[in-house]
C-alpha cells in the first residue's frame, strides 16, 4: 500500500471524519483490516436470483422518505437502534424488500457503503460472471445479511 503523506490527507482517503493516531504503518495495517471487514464480496458462477430488483429510475425507489425507526442486528448479536431519512431510508427499505443490483442505473451504491461503514449493516456483494462473448463484464448483487426490523411495526427482514 502507498505510503499516505500525512494524516489530513488519510482521514480524506477513508471517507473523512476518522481519525487515527499513530504513523503510516499503522493506519495501512487499520485500512487492510477495514476493507476485508467491511469490502466483503463474493465471486459466484450461478445465476442471479429471480426477484433481484434493477432500480432504472428514482421513481422506482421506495416512496416514504420520513424518519423512521430501525432496530438493526449486527453480526456479532449486537442490536442497535437508529433512525433514517430521505435517501438513506429508501435504501434500507429496499434491501429489505430483497437483494439489488450494484449497477443499477440509479446510483445506490454510495448509500449502500454509508449504511455498512456509519450503522455496521451486513450487506454482501455476490459477484456474477457476466456474458463473455456480448464483452459485457462482471456485475454484482447487494443482499441484506443483518436483521431489520422497522421499530412501527410494519417490516421485518432477516
Known amino acids: ?5 500525512n494524516k489530513k490527507t488519510a482521514t480524506r482517503a477513508m ?3 476518522f481519525t487515527l493516531a499513530g504513523d503510516t504503518q499503522d493506519l495501512a495495517r487499520h485500512l487492510h483490516g477495514f476493507n ?3 469490502g466483503r464480496a463474493m465471486k459466484t458462477d450461478k445465476t442471479p436470483p429471480r426477484n433481484a430488483q434493477r432500480i432504472y429510475r428514482v421513481g422506482e425507489l421506495p416512496k416514504d422518505r420520513t424518519p423512521a425507526h430501525y432496530r438493526i442486528t449486527r453480526r456479532d448479536g449486537e442490536a442497535v437502534t437508529v433512525t433514517l431519512q430521505k435517501r438513506r431510508r429508501q435504501i434500507l427499505d429496499l434491501l429489505m424488500q430483497g437483494p439489488v443490483y450494484c449497477a443499477s442505473p440509479v446510483r445506490i451504491s454510495d448509500i449502500v457503503c454509508v449504511l455498512k461503514h456509519e450503522l455496521g449493516l451486513d450487506v454482501e456483494t455476490v459477484i456474477y460472471p457476466g456474458n463473455r462473448q456480448a464483452g459485457a463484464g462482471d456485475y454484482g448483487i447487494y443482499f441484506l445479511r443483518s436483521a431489520v426490523a422497522r421499530l412501527d411495526g410494519l417490516e421485518v427482514a432477516a
Open 1 to 5: 500500500m502507498p505510503s499516505l503523506p
Open 15 to 17: 471517507g473523512g471524519g
Open 36 to 38: 476485508r471487514q467491511i
